[in-house]
Nanobody, 122 residues
Framework: VQLQASGGGLVQAGGSLRLSCVAS????????MGWFRQAPGKERELIAA????????YYASSVKGRFAIFRDNTKNTVDLQMNSLNPEDTAIYLC????????????????WGQGTQVTVSS
């Protein structure tokens, strides 16, 4: 599967952005999907993930209550709605996939899209 992310940009603190990731394969529904981010000088972090069906989700504590992950298996997409953004959210955001069902496990993700830059100004 190939992944293509979009939707990054520059936003003021308190604003919102929606990232989208499109997958190339019809078997998209058999992949756990996740959104990671990597800020300069920091490790890559799994911030949101969703199960095959979309019925179960995971959020890192740093984004819980502000971000929401959605998948549409009919369109092969997984979106990340980001609200109440703050400068600490500035990072490159990447979507990723894995064939396992343990969607919350960051180390299992082995298929990566290109990153999209999100910059939050204060």
């Amino acid at each position: 599967v190939q992944l293509q992310a979009s939707g990054g940009g520059l936003v003021q603190a308190g604003g919102s952005l929606r990232l989208s990731c499109v997958a190339s394969r019809r078997t998209f529904g058999r992949y756990s999907m996740g959104w990671f981010r990597q800020a300069p000088g920091k490790e890559r972090e799994l911030i949101a993930a969703v199960s095959w069906s979309g019925g179960s989700t995971y959020y890192a504590s740093s984004v819980k209550g502000r971000f929401a992950i959605f998948r549409d298996n009919t369109k092969n997409t997984v979106d990340l709605q980001m609200n109440s953004l703050n400068p600490e959210d500035t990072a490159i955001y990447l979507c990723a996939a894995q064939r396992g069902t343990d969607y919350w496990e960051a180390f299992r993700y082995d298929i990566w899209g290109q990153g999209t830059q999100v910059t939050v100004s204060s």
